[in-house]
């Protein structure tokens, strides 16, 4: 249980850091003109390409992904490096091609695609020359509960025919989507567990319809492509679209969700302590009733539990990765379900804290603060409510 | 202490929540379509007028306004129709001419006014035919302590001229606020409470420049008038301006936020009544591993808890209400303060958990519950953050 | 909805007030040598005696017992009596005769008890000269479930035959307790609440064996007859010992629970309001780093939290109290309830912050906080947990 | 970073494991019939001596100590043997002379003590032959400031004489706590923290007067050898008694406090650990409204919370054990404070829950829940309240 930095993981922190501190911090006001000139755009702004191209030119690329596809990091190595890019939601994941959903999708091709599928797909993603959407989250039932997944992916001859509706299909506003990873009932007959598949979709195949945009707190996140609704109406494939074999798609998603959901933790973290940083700065300048704020009993005891809550998840995000590392993402599912619950939600409560520092300026564009908040809280709810995990852990735990 | 409504109280109030359930609430989707048809507009859409033309001749109609300009109604019997309209935080305070900023306005110009004021700017207002903003807070200052404001206003012969930067001037991006009311220091060296002074000032005024609107989280209210960053420079106006003396800006000030805060509060109430109403369709409709989310023990805990909350809450607002009508405004600063502090955390947490009721979609703008959860949290900042009540009240309590 | 207290209340509330002051909290340190003499005694000491005595030539006696057998105060007039009596938990209400569950059993006799059974139990009662206890909850079952009674009341002939265990039955290590209200089944095929029957057992009836003490926390409460377990063997009782008919049990133990609750909550208040009397006197005396710690700000939101939840919660338990007098115990169920959740929780709270005030003494016999905390501890599982009433809260709200 | 168990690790915590669960906790009820059999005594019950007899012969013995005078463990060893003991508090860490105060005070005589001080003092406590109390805080000060320290220690030729009253010594009511580590002010015009020393009085000393014993939640921990009021009157030492040199006193309370709040943590833990046990035992077998506990979902977020933040802050215990290992005590600083807040808090809230599962019977002593929570409860306070802590941690982070 040694959780030590090793000195390949050391080195490339340092080089992060330093990359988030001389280009993506003070990219972010770069972005934000951008945005407000291309109001109607989904698609990445030009900031995010210049980050890329510096980012790859040093090395710091696809450093998610394990294997011979990627940069071959352990989740425990890649851990503080997800961390950092945390700091900046919604330039520093991008910028490294270390983004979700792409992220998801790149292992799950990595891992059950065909060599055509990773030829068609993998490739480009890692490439950044397309992004991808996943497309599971139905409007109509509790997704959490996968029986009762609504679209219906049926055999005619050679090919797969889709239908149903799905949403917050993250990313897949932007034209630059290229493909959907589509979760749907092959087989309502099967047991539990095996109804479901997986197909890649391309995005312009016909029946395709983006119906929407959603937001969050008023956020569309159009910088990152947005969270759409999407029509799947009698939708024709190949049958060799399929991801892994018929009756997959449950294992297939939770073999995504593991890493999925650590490094949504590993990033919060990250926000955490900007937010921390932010947090130092205004209380030892703002003055309020003669005293800066950094010198009132309350102020301090909001950071210090701050400190306390931040420094003891990220030790279980850290053992998490470790597990994941040694015995299996499997074998890590009661952690992996134990960081889910936890550090949003104290992500969550130290921004609202920090936000209440910044008075008026922290529900404001003019602090990260407030859409840090909206990422933090919808954390709690994707891939699953809080409620759904603790159930299911509270359930482990009282097994005799 | 009888808090029980009168008649008069109980038949408006039953007319009040016929008008929201059979106009305003329908009204809802109505107004985001023109929204959407209409991105750029900070005015009114024509749904609101409608709404108005609707409410005035049903005489429910500047409601909130004690004594002969207004309904004349106290606040307890006000408290009930104001609760109710914040079940449609975006429409039925607006609709009933009861909304903020507008109703501490035409308070301060009942209160304070001189006939010729009164006549230039609160009949104006009481008619709808303008709107006005507050311009009190400032970037560089904790605006909470009063001796920090930086905005100058001096006499130069029969005039006042103003310099200063204010923000968060709410419904000030809309062309129909014609009137500013602005706070300034008019004599940095009289006793701390005597330094500022108020004045009216004319949004066309040269020298005032509306520079950028401001967010909440990613809500920039434009259907309200959104909330303003100004300039003042050099900005001319007659000493006739002046609202109440020179000197009496800080009480003025503090005049208008004890109806302010007690009307903030009773419409929330409203909002966490409405998000009840809502997490309870929600729950007996959404099933989950084969049970409709109400029959879950979690959720059941957590609407028990709301329902002690709201039921408790809305006491404390009613006594104040009480109190303020019967000892006034001053004697009822400490429920004031406590409501101040208590209410909005409480609907905060409350719409916390309704948002989880509903997943992802509680969120989006598919429920009211992200918009009304930002303006809870903005209502523990606005006014004054909840510490700075905290600490007032907790060294009133801790006084031999 | 009028809560201010009449006439009579109000001039009770100061003869009690002064009563407290004068009379009983000098008398705390005089029981704690009494009880440090006779470590062995369960009945109560000497001091008890004089302040019955003294409370008695005042008037201030049966203050709880509505009718013509009591003082005939409506709730919302013994309401601030109560909570006087909440300051002194070991002395007040007992100096008054109004300490449970004396109280709960002269109501049911009140209500429900033959003229007989009213002489025979409810004179001495009302005249303090026997104490009598509540033979309910069970150690092997879940006792908020009627249905798992365990104890059993079979008809033999003219009599009834007891058999059974019971625990929790406070006061009945005294001797003094010379009633037993014992509750048990005496049709277990009836329907679920009609099994029940309550039966009225003296102390001193062959098959009686009261088997030992239970201690709460640390405290045995000798001073107050403690907590026993007692068995019942075969014990046999003349058919004229059921209280009420047969299969009445349980519609007469809920009549019982509402005052008992609401009793409960008003002296939990008067605790919380003793706490805070404290606190301020210790925060205002207790000088740490330099400054006062009620120059704390820490201590300031302690505080003024405090003082916003004994408020808020207060005006619901008169306006349960008020509901109780207007409507009825049956329609004021769910205010009962939600005072009874929210009430204890509130004042454990307080208790743990002030205690932590007080430093080491706060814990110690030194100060009266840790025996309330273990108190308010016990009230939140006394008459059903909390978690139970949450439950049937939130089923209620959530009903469509 | 590792925080594995390394061999002799894992081999001692197997056979502490085994001991607790074969010898200990079947001495728990042995140990309660001892007591109740021996009111009046305060030294340890024959159970206590033969579990001794036991650990010592299997090698169980002084594990806590450091260096060639214990078993010389690093703290992360020590750590999962101290948790073990944390699950039967009364009994496992004496049994294994691993109890405070006499583990901080053998720390201090090992570290700081002249050869002759070890010979009379600590071969006798590493042997169990004495006991010891270490006299710090008192009555009239905020101990957590060292400034205030009262105690008065001046030199008389080649004497010490010692004037105060120290309360809180943990043990001291035992007539085996033959040493008294005394904390006093030597120097009250040097600077802070140079002020204060410390000196090892016998009991027996003329002039110390044992005032009484304080209870903790009504607990008065007579098996431990209780907490004592201690007056010293003009005692008289020689000037060999002052333990490291004058002026030493703060430096050596600080040097003895870390390892203390360590070990208390640790403990906590396996506190918290045989409380989940507990409730899982509790919730499988309990049945109410037709259903074992375990299958409410309320109980399960308890628990799958209680479950997370036990093994996050293991974590950061193992952290700051691993901290001081590496780089030593003072470097590990805002780890132990931050341990020594959160620990104790969360495993308090924890058996609160618990004791809540367990019905009224959790409060009694039928159960050790009551217990530990009075335990947990104090460590808020002992070695300074959280509060203190806390600013501390704060001011440090807020530091630029």
């Known amino acids: 249980m040694d959780f030590a930095p090793d000195r390949r993981s050391a080195q490339l922190t340092d080089q992060v850091r330093t990359f988030l ?10 972005l934000d003109a951008q945005l407000a000139a ?22 710091l690329w696809n450093l998610f992904l394990p294997g011979e596809h990627g940069a071959g990091l352990t989740n425990l190595q890649y851990a503080p490096l997800a961390e950092l890019t945390g700091w900046s939601p919604r330039l520093a994941p991008v910028a490294l091609n270390c983004a979700a959903p ?8 990595a891992h059950f695609g065909t060599p055509e599928q990773r030829e068609r797909w993998l490739d480009p993603l890692l490439d950044a020359r397309i992004r991808s959407a996943f497309c599971m989250t139905e ?16 055999r005619d001859g050679d090919d797969l025919v889709i239908s149903g509706r799905k949403w917050w299909s993250t990313g897949a506003m932007s034209p630059d989507a290229a493909l959907l990873v589509v979760m749907g009932k092959t087989d309502p007959d099967a047991p539990r567990h095996r109804q479901q598949s997986m197909v890649l979709v391309g995005r312009d195949t016909p029946g395709v319809t983006v119906v929407r945009p959603l937001s969050v707190f008023g956020y569309d996140d159009r910088d990152h492509g947005g969270h759409a609704e999407i029509v ?11 991801l892994g074999g018929e009756g997959d ?8 969700l593991g890493p999925g959901r650590i490094h949504h933790c590993m990033r919060a973290l990250g926000t955490a302590e900007r937010a921390l940083a932010l947090a130092g700065e205004r209380a030892r ?5 003669g005293r800066p704020l950094a010198e009132q009993g309350v102020v301090r005891e909001w950071v210090a539990n701050a400190r306390i809550e931040v420094e003891a998840l990220r030790l279980l995000v850290l053992k998490t990765a470790w597990l994941m590392d040694t015995v299996g993402n499997r074998q890590a ?9 936890a550090v949003p939600r104290a992500v969550q409560a130290i921004l609202d804290r920090v936000m209440q520092l910044f008075g008026a300026a922290g529900l404001s564009g003019d602090q990260p603060l407030a859409e840090m908040f909206a990422g933090a809280r919808a954390l709690r709810l994707a891939d699953g409510p809080d409620e759904v995990h603790l159930s299911a852990l509270g359930r482990a735990e009282l097994r005799p």
Do not use: C, Y
């Open 21 to 30: 501190h001389e280009r993506v911090l003070p990219a972010e006001p770069v």
């Open 38 to 59: 291309t109001p109607d755009q989904w698609s990445f702004r030009p900031v995010v390409h210049e980050l890329r191209a510096a980012a790859r030119a040093e090395g």
């Open 102 to 109: 792409d992220t998801g999708n790149m292992e799950l091709l």
């Open 139 to 154: 409007p109509d039932v509790a997704s959490s509960d996968a029986t009762q997944i609504g679209t219906r992916i049926r």
């Open 232 to 242: 799947f109406d009698d939708v024709r494939v190949p049958a060799s679209a399929l």
């Open 249 to 256: 798609g449950f294992a297939i998603a939770q073999a995504r």
């Open 285 to 289: 300048t703002r003055v309020a009733f």
């Open 333 to 341: 599912m009661t952690e992996i379900q134990a960081i889910k619950i």
